[in-house]
């Protein structure tokens, strides 16, 4: 039944619930008066990079290892590529558009140089890192609408809830800074979720990506699966695990990688 659908539209599901879980994260400015402790972000960081390294590879970098044993490359090449590729795109990415991390109350710019202001560059810090997941989402999708036999409705499904998941702090991690720095509950709830809209958008774009040339499948996945590590180590561990001798990042990442895990191999 789910294959009958267009696969434009099961990405933009995908998407949209990627994009839910943004937003939800960002409606924390509306519970919470005062600036929520560092080791609970800690923990949140964390959770959310163990579950994009078990996706990464579960969900994109598995499938892409079998769809190249079609080729008449070794089956390593394809995906070795395509992981590379995705990392140095998004590198590329951070060195382009400017964009600002706080790292445990650090500013750290990035990117070319602006006058924009801290609340815009921190919109865009989470806007560019959700690029690679809404792809990812995408792809995954159109991978099963074209009745590809490694990506089944449920791993693709199940990559959806994972991602967003890990977006609920990356939601709050740009409202409730905005609330902070004196921006209103309602317009820091806005930039926060805004900064998700890029996730459907994307999504959309990489299923008719691999719908329309199913040759770049085992790339896309891999590039996908290269796209979000990149994020994993540069953004996100750095978060979870910024103060000294801090365990709640590390217990969460372990949790989080455990429960993508546990979600992929049951269900996917």
Do not use: C, R
């Amino acid at each position: 039944m789910m294959e009958n659908i267009h696969p434009a539209l099961l990405a933009l599901f995908g998407g949209t619930i990627t994009f839910t879980f943004t937003a939800l994260g960002s409606a924390l400015v509306f519970f919470f008066s005062k600036e929520i402790k560092h080791k609970v972000f800690a923990s949140m960081y964390g959770f959310a990079a163990g579950v994009m390294m078990a996706a990464s590879f579960w969900s994109l970098l598995a499938p892409s290892i079998e769809l190249s044993k079609n080729t008449n490359l070794p089956n390593w090449v394809i995906p070795a590529f395509g992981f590379l590729f995705g990392s140095f795109f998004i590198w590329m990415l951070d060195k382009i558009l400017p964009h600002m991390h706080i790292i445990n109350g650090s500013e750290q710019k990035e990117g070319t140089n602006t006058k924009l202001s801290k609340n815009i560059l921190l919109f865009l810090a989470v806007t560019l890192h959700n690029i690679p997941e809404g792809l990812a989402v995408g792809i995954t999708f159109g991978a099963f609408s074209i009745g590809n036999a490694d990506v089944t409705f449920n791993a693709a499904l199940v990559l959806a809830l994972a991602i967003g998941l890990q977006n609920f702090p990356e939601g709050a991690a740009v409202s409730l800074p905005l609330k902070t720095n004196g921006v209103s509950n309602i317009k820091s709830f806005l930039f926060g979720a805004i900064s998700g809209i890029v996730e459907p958008i994307a999504a959309v774009i990489g299923a008719l990506a691999v719908t329309k040339l199913t040759l770049i499948l085992p790339i896309a996945l891999s590039f996908s699966a290269g796209a979000m590590i990149y994020v994993v180590v540069e953004e996100l561990v750095p978060e979870a695990v910024a103060e000294e001798h801090n365990h709640f990042g590390v217990f969460g990442f372990i949790i989080g990688f455990a429960v993508m895990m546990v979600l992929d191999v049951a269900l996917g």
